[in-house]
Every structure is written in C-alpha cells, then in structure tokens.
C-alpha cells in the first residue's frame, strides 16, 4: 500500500533563516506530488506541483521554492523565512492519471518568530 | 478565475442533529468535485463525484452534485462528536496536473 510522509512534524523558525520541508511517498511511481499551505481555520491553497523529476510549477508568487530531486520526494525550501510563511504544510500525492482523488501527508506545522 | 465556495464557514450542532454543508463552484472545463475531512492533521477523502444527480453514500455520509447549478451538498446525518473536523470541498478543472482548487473549509462542531 501506499504511504507519504513529511518531516519534520513541527517546526519554528526565527525570520530570516533557510527552511527545507521533506516529502517522501512509497508504494507508487510517478505520482503527481503537491504542496499545500493551511492557514489557521481556513481552505488549503495550492503552492506548487510536480508531474515527474525535476519539473515544478509554481502557483502562487511567494518566497518559497520546490524541488523533486527523485521520483517520490518533494522538497519544499526557502532561503529566508517571513513572518508570513507560518502556517501548516501539506504534501500530496495522486495517481498519474488526471481525474483521482489526492492523499494527505501528515503536514508540518511551521511557526516563524 | 476559479473559485471554490463553502457555507457555512463553521457549524455547531448537538448529537443527532442532521447537517448539511455546502459548496458552490466555478471552475473551468469542471472534471471532479471532492469533500475530504480533516480532524488534526491530514485531509481524509471522503467522495468524488463527476456526474449530477448521483448521490454517493458512506454509512451517515451522503453527497450529491448539481452540475447545472454548479454546487454539491454534504449531508450528515445522526451527528456523533467524532463527526467534529473541518469538511473541505475541492474542485478539478482542465488541465492534466490532477491539482485541486479548494474552498474554505466548514469547521463543524457536534456537541454531546
């Protein structure tokens, strides 16, 4: 079966510091990979996606930056955190076929001071 | 633009209670409306539906889609506290990505 994990759980972070997020899926090849960011009570807004190695497509202007360095890992990096980066992260994956439903992994809560 | 609507934005209600979440879509060349339920940590799906007027069912849990109308209800029915979480609704339009647009969220609470 398949499986997709993130780390770390949890994470804060002073403004202005590096961040890298880690998103691995097992038990499947080629998957289309997302990131998500959740804030506080609200809708999942779509950050960037990846379709296979190498290929990233950015949804939103930000100062976040993605990476897929292998088939089933999903890097999500910024080189200087804002304030505005806190928020719960969520990494997904689907089938490479277009119309199926997206698994969740556990996300990371970040916390920029 | 595409756009994704849910209502209400948060719900309480008491055990037993039947509840009904709403999301209203505009979406481009639609393919998929999904609910997912997320309680602590990751969304958990729940339905996708593609075709209007086929309701789909799991246990209390129903769901039906109005492509005329561009909107799907959840229904709960016979609320239990461990039914407290937020219900996203998300949306599939063109393209061949398989990325999803999602609304705000409805956050329910059943009280006991």
């Known amino acids: 079966s398949q499986t997709i994990h993130q780390w770390p759980a949890t994470l804060v972070q002073p403004v202005g510091s590096p961040l890298s997020l880690e998103c691995t899926v097992e038990g499947t090849s080629n998957p289309n990979l997302y990131w998500y960011r959740q804030a506080a009570g609200r809708g999942l807004q779509l950050l960037f996606y990846s379709v296979g190695i190498g290929q990233i497509s950015s949804e939103v202007p930000q100062n976040l930056s993605a990476s897929r360095p292998q088939d089933r890992q999903f890097i999500l990096s910024s080189k200087k955190l804002l304030l505005s980066d806190s928020g719960f992260y969520l990494c997904a994956w689907s089938v490479l076929t277009v119309n199926n439903e997206q698994f969740f992994g556990p996300g990371t809560r970040l916390t920029v001071l | 633009e595409d756009k994704v609507v849910q209502s209400p934005l948060s719900l309480v209600v008491h055990e037993g209670d039947t509840v009904t979440l709403n999301c209203s879509y505009e979406?481009?060349?639609?393919?998929?409306l999904l609910w997912y339920k997320q309680e602590k940590k990751a969304p958990t799906f729940l339905f996708m539906l593609?075709?209007?007027?086929i309701e789909k069912k799991s246990g209390r849990l129903s769901s039906i889609l109005d492509k005329k109308e561009l909107f799907s209800i959840l229904n709960i029915t016979a609320t239990q506290t461990g039914d407290s979480a937020i219900y996203l609704c998300?949306?599939?339009?063109?393209?061949?990505?398989?990325?999803?647009?999602f609304g705000q969220g409805t956050t329910l609470q059943v009280k006991p």
């Open positions: 998300a949306v599939r339009g063109s393209g061949n990505t398989g990325k999803l647009i």
């Open positions: 593609t075709s209007s007027g």
């Open positions: 979406v481009t060349n639609f393919r998929s």
